[in-house]
């Protein structure tokens, strides 16, 4: 028995050391660090980092900090002490909370002319706009076809018998294109409104879930779940076309986009009050708008690059065009409501 | 008297004393040596599970513009009371159940033996281990409308549409916590059971009582220490489950801890959270203090000799039978995900355990498989270098408290009962500077996971050291040795046992801990269920069977480290 | 052996545990008013021999009759048997009163009538008013005397005892054996007694059953079984070393260390049991008279037990306590009037 625990003792010192050891990331340049907080859904090509890496003679630490509502909870309370230097992945449903808190600082980017200008409205100078995407019903074409239905043009044939369980959101206290979509429903039908449908939604069988990844991996049935229609991106079926196994042609999803029909969800990238490395921080903020990124984000998060001279992948072409207006409700009107469309939605849906 | 039994032997526990005294406390039980042992834990967990909680709840509740009015939320309307309430039963509902179920595994483990015995109960052990969004993900496998349930029946009846819809019911969310538990509670119960004297059995069947009757007079009433222990652990569990209700359930179905995430992260309503979590946490300390209390019984009239024992073939097969459902409760959710893992839109294939390997997307927070299972098992294997003395020493301190007992106990299982979206942000917001600058180290993932594993091991020491005759100690002493060498020769060959058993739910815990690992693990840290995670969070179909290929792949390494541990124990199931 | 038809008769048992023989064949009685001891070294298999009768295991081979009725195949709790475990195997969990009126439940008595019977049962063990104490807190004796009255309290038909006072000290051994066979006495049920204890069985039983690996080689009543061992194992069990080889001729017996006449059934060679009664001491050596070295003595005040070393080794007798005996390692001469043959051990491996 003494056998096994030195030999676990020494197996375990001799796994710590590897792990002391490797190194995963980029080099230690000896310019500094510079930490980039961002949520868990971020990702960017590893050329581009070393490329700025090397650049700025920096070493770029990646801390994604769980999803963009854990992250933004972490920077707020850490603000006397902050973990990171720039923070990626506020949008626009939470940055009256990012603002309010008083976690950035001011910058103004060069590239910020390349950002057409309602993405910037009402956000002052604290936040620059990176990406964007839109929130929105998708469906699963095949089962749609089987079940002989078409798929729906506006969203309250919804609420008809024949789509009877068939559709399944996201929780909008809990998940933020849950929110996001809520508020849509709030400009879609007016805000006196909106409770009606989503009373009639619940009534047919309307499935809620906590969180994007249940919804889309186990409810979704083309994932193998039960609703043919399910809260998502305007970018999935584009997705569900690159990145098939094996290789397709089409797309097995599609979008329903009536107007109004679809939320505008941007995110932000903002240097933090109090970096000790503002100006690679700055640095960094700038790359994020460089063309070579913003071609490089559609691909590996599924959104829209704001630089209007970024390409985007043929696929989004083809498959996630958005070419109706989306919803619009200003930043500072989710700052009031929020809590209040969160709650009555709430009442009327869950209680 | 009793022919050729070895005088050591003799003073084991149970042996009636001649004048019929109950037994006595150790002797050296007293204020002193007790506040020195307690030493050790007692500032691990002031530092890095009290000083965090009070910085957190400090924010919480002190921040600049809060005031009572933010606990509004609380009282209006009955939501959170709502929420509470479902709590409570699902706990109490899941309990029932998973006791229902452990009850006869423990049977047949408890009085058979038969080879391959320790290889099941590893791999029944494995679901304890396994991030919640995996559970999931099996569970849908299995039983989602294109599950392979639900394939079978439509196939085997030429059925339309799929029969079987429990996604998002509360079955689901009870099915996931027992498969979650059982195995646990099992080897709880079986441990204690297979030390119950079989005689006082055959004394009540002799005196008139047919099974069912012995069962519930006799074997039941023996058995209860064990079984509220398990129950209260199981109980525990199910109460501050988090993945399963929220991944499972659906938005319907919320527990306090859910609620506690939600009001932290998603709705920013901080004082609601820390009273949320403040009111769990005193909820939990006092089901503790009832486990502690109750877990402390050995079982009397302990079974020393032999006799010549036949088993019934009837009793044979109930047994296999038995075994054989507690085989397939676990495979089958494993079973499917595992299939799934390997089954692409074109058929079986091997692509996504080649892709795991691949930096498809050419991505800067790429993390090999390899690296992945090197961090879990590292930062598992710390947590029980770290754990393991900790969890004893902590166990002796609480064992010379005397009457404070299970009152230190339930101090020191605390860190299971709060919550771990909490605790992260209470590192984040505390251990930031010096000294304690832990934030961004590895060490603070070692506490984190150290946090959680501990308690078991003090749980496990703790219920061996019990047994220990304070004679042996005496005799040790008599002849000469000193308290280290009373420990390293009396104690720790007794205690091992408790240790190894212990050592292998730290592991456990370790490599499933999820919630507190995302808020401060660092990207090159990455452990198997962040990974997993990763992957899930990502749209594509490879990028979902890669979840699959790591998910199976964390099942193999535990059940592998389960099966490893488990043989330090031999015939032993582990005394928790 | 007589198989009378009331009481218990087990005929012809065998039972193996694991290709492992535990029983071999085993046949006896016990009539009701009269005790049976099982008597052996441990692990002859006479506790297995209880566990068959009590119907706690089911024999390979043979039948175990009550009453003239077959109960092999009744099942334990059925058969309206006693049993006393070694050990006492008392249920923890249950006062004094609730073990001792566990068995009664099935008897259709109300709840006064069963607390009178535990009262009544009380009494004949001597612990009256003990009824509501813990298990725990009782002596050793006091706990025997619960288990016995736990066991008589449903009136059973047979009472079995397997090894009732072996966890006992020495001195409260002997008192209680007292007192247990006075309660034997009383009850007219056919009793079992297992015990390796020799001077226990004799004390006890009215008929002695000696068992040797799983057979029962030697039964009678404790005066026979005495008075001719018959077989070597069962004079050495009972503690009569003296065996000495010899030969007998034409009705003498010759041995290395005397010779004895008046022994007509027997021929060629055989081995002598030199009994102690009515040993004497005799001036010198002649016939039926042993001659030896005297190694030691024990004098015990009616009588003295003395060793003597001879031809055929160390021989034991005890002396009246008058007996002029001669210093020790001075010759010494002993008259041994009662010589008996018995049965050379087989030293087999499978009988």
């Known amino acids: ?351 | 008297m009793d022919e050729g039994r070895a005088p050591v032997a003799a003073l084991t526990p149970g042996s009636p004393l001649p004048q019929g005294r109950a037994r006595g406390r150790p002797r050296f039980a007293g204020a002193g040596p007790a506040l020195l042992l307690l030493a050790a834990p007692g500032v691990f967990l002031a530092l890095f599970l009290l000083y965090p909680l009070q910085g957190i709840l400090r924010e919480s509740f002190f921040r600049e513009g809060t005031s009572l009015d933010d606990l509004h939320p609380l009282v209006d309307g009955t939501f959170y009371l709502e929420r509470a309430w479902f709590t409570l039963w699902q706990a109490a509902a899941s309990t029932a159940l998973t006791l229902a179920l452990a009850l006869p595994c423990a049977w047949a483990l408890a009085r058979h033996d038969f080879p391959g015995k320790s290889l099941l109960v590893a791999v029944a052990t494995v679901p304890f281990v396994l991030p919640t969004i995996v559970v999931a993900v099996a569970f849908t496998a299995l039983l989602g409308p294109q599950g392979a349930l639900n394939s079978f029946l439509q196939w085997a009846f030429n059925l339309d549409e799929p029969p079987v819809d429990l996604l998002n019911s509360i079955w689901i969310i009870l099915m996931a916590h027992v498969f979650y538990n059982f195995a646990v509670a099992a080897r709880i119960i079986a441990a204690y059971w297979a030390k119950l004297d079989p005689r006082m059995d055959d004394a009540a069947a002799v005196l008139g009582a047919g099974r069912v009757e012995r069962f519930l007079r006799v074997t039941l009433p023996l058995l209860r220490p064990a079984v509220l222990a398990a129950a209260s652990l199981v109980f525990l569990f199910c109460f501050t489950s988090f993945g399963v209700v929220l991944i499972l359930g659906g938005s319907s179905y919320g527990t306090i801890e859910t609620e506690i995430y939600r009001e932290t992260v998603f709705l920013f309503r901080l004082p609601v959270a820390g009273v949320l979590a403040l009111l769990q946490a005193a909820f939990t300390f006092l089901v503790m203090l009832v486990y502690a209390r109750l877990a402390g019984t050995s079982p009397a009239g302990t079974f020393r000799g032999t006799v010549a024992r036949r088993t019934s073939h009837g009793e044979r097969w109930a047994a296999v039978a038995v075994l054989g459902a507690m085989l397939v409760l676990t495979l089958l959710p494993l079973g499917a995900l595992v299939e799934r893992s390997f089954h692409g839109a074109g058929g079986y294939t091997l692509e996504f355990y080649r892709a795991l390997g691949e930096n498809t997307r050419k991505q800067a927070l790429f993390i090999t498989p390899l690296t992945a299972v090197r961090n879990s098992l590292t930062f598992a294997g710390l947590t029980v270098l770290v754990a393991v003395p900790l969890g004893t020493v902590a166990a002796y301190g609480a064992r010379r408290a005397g009457r404070a007992g299970p009152w230190v106990e339930a101090v020191l299982l605390l860190p299971l009962g709060v919550s771990a979206v909490t605790l992260g942000l209470g590192f984040l917001v505390t251990l930031d500077r010096p000294p304690l600058d832990l934030r961004g180290t590895w060490l603070l993932l070692v506490v984190a996971h150290t946090l959680v594993g501990y308690p078991f091991v003090a749980r496990s020491v703790g219920a061996q050291l019990r047994g220990i005759d304070p004679r042996l100690r005496e005799a040790a002493a008599v002849m000469g040795a000193g308290p280290l060498r009373v420990f390293v020769e009396v104690d720790l060959p007794l205690i091992w046992r408790g240790m190894a058993a212990g050592a292998v739910l730290a592991f456990a815990v370790s490599m499933g801990e999820f919630g507190a690992t995302l808020l401060i693990a660092r990207p090159e840290w990455a452990t198997i269920p962040i990974a997993v995670f990763r992957y899930l969070g990502q749209p594509g179909a490879l990028q979902y069977g890669q979840a699959l290929a790591m998910s199976t792949i964390l099942m193999a390494v535990t059940g592998a480290g389960f099966f490893l541990i488990d043989r330090l124990r031999y015939r032993e199931l582990g005394t928790f | 052996m007589e198989l009378p038809d009331d009481g218990l008769r087990v005929e012809g048992v065998s039972f193996a545990v694991r290709e492992k023989a535990i029983l071999r064949d085993v046949s006896l009685s016990a009539s009701p008013g009269k005790t049976t001891a099982l008597l052996g070294p441990s692990g002859c298999g006479k506790t297995t021999l209880l566990r068959v009768v009590a119907g706690l295991e089911r024999p390979d081979r043979g039948s175990v009759w009550f009453d003239g009725d077959d109960v092999t195949g009744v099942p334990a709790h059925r058969r309206g048997f006693g049993m006393m475990f070694q050990e006492f195997a008392l249920f923890p969990h249950l006062d004094v009163e609730g073990n001792v009126a566990f068995g009664l439940r099935h008897q259709g008595m109300s709840g006064g009538q069963r607390r009178d019977r535990v009262t009544e049962l009380m009494e004949l063990v001597g612990l009256s008013g003990y009824e509501r104490r813990r298990v725990e807190t009782l002596s050793g004796g006091e706990r025997q005397r619960v288990a016995l009255a736990r066991a008589l309290a449903p009136q059973p038909r047979l009472l079995m005892l397997d090894e009732p006072l072996g966890s006992l000290d020495r001195g409260l051994r002997e008192r209680l054996l007292v007192e247990l066979r006075g309660i034997l006495r009383r009850l007219n049920v056919p009793t079992l007694y297992v015990t390796h204890d020799q001077m226990e069985a004799f004390a006890l039983a009215d008929r002695v059953a000696i068992m040797d690996a799983g057979r029962i080689v030697r039964e009678g009543t404790p005066a026979e079984i005495h008075g001719e061992p018959r077989t070597e194992f069962v004079a050495r069990f009972l503690g009569m070393e003296n065996l000495v080889a010899g030969t007998c001729e034409g009705g003498r017996l010759r041995t290395p260390v005397g010779e004895w006449c008046g022994l007509p059934a027997h021929t060629g060679p055989v081995l002598a049991l030199l009994r102690t009664e009515d040993a004497e001491l005799v001036a010198g050596p002649g016939g039926g008279v042993v001659t030896g070295e005297l190694v030691s003595r024990l004098f015990q005040g009616t009588r003295t037990r003395v060793a003597v070393d001879t031809a055929a080794g160390r021989l034991e007798f005890e002396l009246p306590g008058s007996a002029n005996l001669p210093p020790e390692g001075e010759v010494l001469h002993v008259q041994v009037p009662h010589v008996q043959v018995v049965e050379r051990a087989v030293a087999a491996a499978d009988g």
């Open chain 1, 1 to 351: 028995m003494w056998k096994h625990v030195f030999l676990t003792a020494v197996a375990s010192l001799a796994l710590v050391a590897t792990a002391a050891c490797g190194d995963d990331g980029g080099n230690d340049s000896g310019g500094g660090t510079l930490t980039v907080i961002t949520h868990d859904s971020f990702n960017i090509s590893r050329e581009l980092l070393e490329q700025f890496e090397k650049d700025n003679n920096v070493t770029v630490k990646l801390l994604p900090k769980g999803d963009a509502g854990a992250m933004l909870t972490s920077v707020i309370l850490t603000k006397g002490n902050p973990e990171g230097d720039v923070v990626f992945g506020v949008d626009n449903t939470f940055l009256s909370r990012a603002l309010e808190a008083g976690i950035f600082e001011s910058y103004t980017s060069a590239l910020i002319d390349k950002v057409p200008g309602d993405l910037r409205e009402g956000i002052g100078d604290k936040v620059t706009p990176v990406d964007y995407g839109y929130v929105n019903l998708n469906y699963d074409i095949a089962a749609l076809k089987k079940a002989n239905l078409e798929p729906p043009k506006t969203l309250d044939e919804l609420t008809d018998a024949k789509w009877k369980g068939k559709v399944v959101v996201e929780n909008p206290a809990s998940s933020s294109p849950g929110l996001a979509f809520l508020i849509a429903t709030v400009d879609y039908f007016g805000a006196d409104k909106y409770l009606d449908w989503w009373k009639k939604m619940r009534a047919n069988g309307l499935v809620v879930v906590d969180g994007w990844e249940t919804a889309y991996n186990t409810n979704f049935s083309w994932k193998g779940g039960q609703q043919p229609i399910v809260l998502s991106y305007a970018t999935s079926p584009a997705f569900e076309q690159m990145y098939a196994e094996p290789a397709r042609e089409d797309s097995p999803t599609g979008n329903i986009l009536p107007p109004k029909g679809a939320f505008r969800q941007i995110e932000y990238v903002g240097v933090i009050h109090g970096t000790s490395h503002q100006k690679l921080a700055r640095k960094f903020v700038d790359f994020l708008l460089s063309k070579a990124v913003q071609e490089d984000v559609p691909g590996q998060m599924a959104v829209y690059p704001v630089n209007k001279d970024a390409a985007v992948p043929p696929a989004f072409e083809k498959f996630s065009k958005v070419d109706v207006a989306p919803a619009k409700v200003a930043p500072a009107d989710i700052a009031k409501n929020r809590e209040k469309w969160i709650d009555e939605w709430t009442k009327a849906v869950l209680r």
